[in-house]
């Protein structure tokens, strides 16, 4: 059985989420079904995303849910404002609709805020893209080290 199996999704028997329930029934109500548990399911995750793969069942298409994990978290920026993460949804919402003519830049199709939730309930803000198969990019960048060398990760 490989990481993307088909077995039913069951939330409550999965340790590893960080999604809420109301951001999943959005995430079905837009049409798209994750398969097997979202610790099976979990593509990457970082400091304030998780990445799930994802099938649109109208089409079939493989697409990625890109699923902010925090919304109402603050951050201080580096000019010394404190931000709500939100607005970096919101920022990358715009940069990744004009960025659509770029050949590098994976299809972005749509997002959802928490404004936009179907249901009227609060919801995490999710994008939905393109899934590239391959290495995260993040591999490739370079790390320093403990001693301060910078190497490949």
């Known amino acids: 059985m490989g990481i993307f199996d088909n077995s039913p999704l069951d939330p409550a028997n999965d340790r590893l989420t960080d999604i809420w329930p109301a951001t999943l ?5 837009r049409g798209l ?22 099938t649109e069942t109208a089409s079939g298409r493989v697409v990625a849910v890109k699923i902010y994990k925090e919304p109402d978290r603050k951050t201080r920026h580096r000019n010394g404002e404190t931000i709500a993460m939100s607005n970096f949804f919101v920022n990358e919402r715009r940069m990744l609709a ?11 199709y749509f997002s959802v805020a928490a404004s936009d939730a179907t249901s009227g309930e609060s919801i995490q803000p999710f994008h939905v893209m393109e899934f590239v198969e391959g290495t995260p990019i993040t ?14 990760i």
């Open 25 to 29: 029934v959005e995430i079905q109500a």
């Open 33 to 54: 079904e994750i398969h097997g548990s979202l610790s099976k399911q979990n593509v990457d995750e970082g400091a304030t995303a998780t990445l799930l793969k994802a």
């Open 98 to 108: 004009g960025l659509q003519g770029c050949p590098l830049v994976p299809k972005y």
């Open 139 to 152: 591999k490739y960048l370079p790390v320093q080290n403990q001693s301060g060398e910078s190497q490949r």
